[in-house]
């Protein structure tokens, strides 16, 4: 029942564990990957897809890949609280896609949280490469985390995604595990489910801590190939082919939320 050609979309609804499945990593029977063979993305339900669908048709058809475009990049907000590193790889990464869009990124000491809380909701593409912490208790208290000391004042949580309101059409965390949450019969509530429910149709998350250096990778290989297309289920299985021949762990984790174009 699988499409033959690899330009179709093949969406999973997952339910319960399969939602943290790599599903672009699984192989078949002749040993190829599921990504060598289909352009995968997933949602939560058949009614979280209409509601992305809706929310894109909003937004209008302006290219995303543009140097007009409003777009926020963020990389390796320093310094951290206790416990947290630097993370090098991640802001080599917003410098590169920041170039693509000819702006500037928000790195190190900029990156603060009342900063990037002001600016998301201009914002037309958002890109946060930071460190990000899943919350399977209670899933709204999943977050990012942004530059200074103070917990109470650098972690950016998923129920405060909850409560603005976002005009982005694609939101990017490059962060470990900002993909998970807590698991419920209607899907993982943390992060994703946030940005969906605060307005952005299109979101990529990973699905576990994947190393800043193969990330910037994939990330930078993602946005030169939506350069070239508009559809960001394609981009991202490009960007994952030319890095399958590594092991899974530093490409697989990544999966797209909602709408493709």
Excluded at 128 to 143: P, V, Y
Excluded at 190 to 209: D, E, F, Q
Aim: charged residues 15%; contains cysteine.
């Amino acid at each position: 029942l699988l499409p033959s050609t690899p330009d179709a979309h093949v969406i999973f609804i997952p339910q319960r564990s399969l939602f943290f499945v790599p599903f672009p990593a699984l192989r078949g029977a002749n040993g190829q990957y599921l990504i060598e063979r289909h352009t995968i993305r997933m949602a939560p339900s058949n009614q979280v897809l209409a509601l992305t669908r809706q929310q894109r048709q909003k937004l209008g058809t302006q290219s995303l890949m543009t140097k007009g475009t409003n777009a926020l990049i963020v990389g390796n907000p320093t310094p951290l609280p206790a416990g947290w590193k630097t993370l090098p790889h991640a802001e080599q990464e917003a410098i590169t896609i920041a170039k693509q869009f000819g702006i500037e990124p928000i790195l190190g000491s900029q990156a603060v949280k009342p900063l990037i809380k002001q600016k998301m909701p201009e914002a037309r593409l958002i890109h946060i490469a930071a460190h990000g912490q899943f919350d399977d208790q209670r899933g709204l208290g999943s977050l990012l985390v942004f530059a200074g000391g103070d917990p109470d004042q650098s972690f950016l949580t998923a129920d405060e995604l909850l409560d603005m309101k976002l005009q982005a059409e694609l939101v990017v965390l490059s962060a470990c595990q900002s993909g998970l949450g807590k698991l419920t019969g209607d899907g993982v509530i943390g992060l994703s489910r946030s940005l969906i429910s605060a307005g952005t149709p299109s979101v990529l998350v990973s699905l576990w801590s994947v190393p800043d250096d193969s990330t910037n990778l994939l990330m930078t290989e993602f946005y030169q190939q939506l350069q070239k297309t508009p559809d960001k289920a394609q981009a991202l299985r490009q960007a994952m082919l030319m890095m399958k021949d590594q092991n899974p762990i530093e490409w697989a984790a990544f999966t797209l939320i909602g709408e493709a174009e």
